[in-house]
């Protein structure tokens, strides 16, 4: 058995060279010991050597996945250049910045060092390394063709990660537009239309019907505005737990979000790329369709799709065509279908699903853009009836009172 690598760390150093030069810089290495002998190695003199300290805000920086991404892309780079596995992380591991990178790239070069292989190593790595992205690097090496697979890797996942971070610029505009809405109703509410009601105080009059239900409400939330804003932290952390424990509401979510106006539309044709693009690059690698599509359900992220996918797994089994099973789940639009049976009858399967792929990215891109543009006036519009609605209800009592005089 293999002994276990030593722990790999970053040194800041500072030295001199041949010329008397003072010069500075930074190098992993196990121990400081090893990382002044490989400084004297290159001709410098080591003046001091220690290990880099990491700000606590750079400690807190969590693992994106836009970071595998970028990891996967540069094991790609690196392998097609034919440089060595080993000294691959060691050059990808030093380029990262975030320690925590630096930490899993290190964890994974002692476990291959240890004597596995680079598809087990990342198995013991879920939270950043899915099921998917083991099984396509095991084929890779398997095939001999690893830097192949890597590439492959690396262009789903960018891809992946544009669409969402697409999906995700689509959900939130909305919601800020929300959360500001009723921020400023608030602020008006508790602290404008109090003012507003001294005034009315003072005139012995009755007050329109509009302009009691403001003030009704103004003074609701003035004494119980910390019971309300309980409230919605309570309903957000009640929604939070109940998706992550309840198989059932997270299928109620599902179902529902694919539903909605505009946003619906737009999860739809995301969930379709998501599924052609899985599809094309584990098919492409050489892993068996029925197999393929157990990957292709896990990574659905919506159980309309991976039931509908589920079910096609099941008559793909017993010999029917992908296009024909595809149909008849009723979930998949007409051009993924058409497309998709064109590649079966070529036998370019992957390339088409690709192109599907590719034609629903462009749409979930376009429908974003419209998103955003349909929602710059009904910001206008939404606050300009909150705020026009509240103003009125206190300019109506001294319209009345102009009047009687």
């Given at each position: 058995?293999a002994?276990?690598a030593q722990?790999?760390?970053?040194f800041?150093?500072?030295g001199t060279d041949?010329?008397?030069s003072?010069?500075?810089g930074?190098?992993s290495?196990?121990?400081p010991?090893l990382?002044k002998?490989?400084l004297?190695?290159q001709?410098i003199n080591?003046t ?7 700000s606590l805000?750079?400690a807190g ?9 970028l990891?996967t ?14 000294q691959s992380f ?6 990262f910045e975030?320690?925590?990178m630096?930490?899993?790239v290190?964890?994974?070069k002692q ?7 680079l598809?087990?190593?990342l ?11 083991c099984n396509l690097?095991?084929?890779?090496e ?5 830097e ?5 890797i690396?262009?789903?996942?960018e891809k992946?990660e544009a669409?969402k ?13 929300v ?7 608030a602020i008006?509410l508790i602290?404008?239309?109090?003012q ?7 005139f012995g ?7 009691l239900?403001v003030?009704g409400i103004?003074?609701a ?6 019971i309300?804003l309980?409230?919605?932290?309570a ?12 198989q059932k509401f997270?299928d ?5 979000v694919l539903?909605?106006p505009?946003?619906?539309d737009?999860l ?10 899985t ?5 492409a690698?050489g892993?068996?369709l029925v ?11 919506n159980v309309?799709?991976?039931n509908a996918?589920?079910?096609?797994k099941?008559d793909?089994s ?5 296009n024909f099973s595809?149909r008849?789940?009723?979930?998949f639009?007409?051009?993924?279908v ?6 079966e009858?070529?036998g370019?399967l992957d390339?088409?699903l690709?192109?599907?792929?590719s034609?629903?990215e462009?749409?979930v891109d376009?429908?974003v853009?419209?998103l ?11 606050l300009?009836v909150?705020?026009?609605g ?9 319209f009345q009172?102009?009047?009687v005089v």
């Amino acid at each position: 058995m293999a002994a276990k690598a030593q722990k790999t760390s970053t040194f800041a150093w500072e030295g001199t060279d041949k010329k008397g030069s003072k010069i500075k810089g930074e190098l992993s290495g196990q121990n400081p010991a090893l990382v002044k002998a490989q400084l004297r190695k290159q001709g410098i003199n080591p003046t001091k050597v220690r290990k880099k300290s990491t700000s606590l805000l750079q400690a807190g920086k969590k693992i994106r996945p836009m970071d595998i991404a970028l990891f996967t892309r540069q094991m790609a780079t690196m392998m097609k250049a034919g440089v060595p596995l080993m000294q691959s992380f060691d050059i990808i591991g030093e380029g990262f910045e975030k320690p925590a990178m630096r930490t899993l790239v290190n964890e994974v070069k002692q476990e291959v060092s240890a004597g596995n292989s680079l598809a087990n190593s990342l198995r013991k790595k879920p939270d950043y390394f899915d099921e998917l992205y083991c099984n396509l690097v095991d084929s890779g090496e398997q095939a001999g063709a690893l830097e192949t697979l890597l590439d492959r890797i690396a262009t789903y996942k960018e891809k992946t990660e544009a669409l969402k971070a697409k999906i995700k610029k689509a959900m939130n505009y909305p919601i800020a537009v929300v959360v500001v809405a009723i921020i400023v109703t608030a602020i008006l509410l508790i602290k404008v239309v109090p003012q507003f009601q001294m005034v009315f105080a003072n005139f012995g009059a009755e007050l329109p019907a509009f302009t009691l239900f403001v003030i009704g409400i103004s003074e609701a939330l003035q004494e119980w505005w910390f019971i309300v804003l309980l409230g919605f932290f309570a309903l957000g952390f009640l929604s939070q737990q109940a998706h992550k424990k309840s198989q059932k509401f997270r299928d109620w979510v599902d179902h529902t979000v694919l539903k909605l106006p505009i946003i619906g539309d737009i999860l739809y044709k995301s969930a379709v790329a998501r599924f052609a693009r899985t599809l094309a690059t584990t098919f492409a690698a050489g892993v068996p369709l029925v197999d393929a599509l157990d990957s292709v359900a896990g990574a659905s992220g919506n159980v309309v799709f991976k039931n509908a996918v589920m079910k096609v797994k099941q008559d793909v089994s017993t010999g029917m065509q992908l296009n024909f099973s595809m149909r008849s789940t009723g979930v998949f639009p007409a051009m993924a279908v058409q497309m998709t049976a064109i590649g079966e009858e070529s036998g370019a399967l992957d390339d088409m699903l690709d192109k599907v792929a590719s034609f629903y990215e462009a749409e979930v891109d376009n429908a974003v853009d419209g998103l955003t543009a349909l929602m710059e006036p009904m910001i206008m519009a939404v606050l300009g009836v909150l705020v026009g609605g509240l103003i009125i209800a206190m300019y109506l009592p001294i319209f009345q009172l102009g009047n009687v005089v």
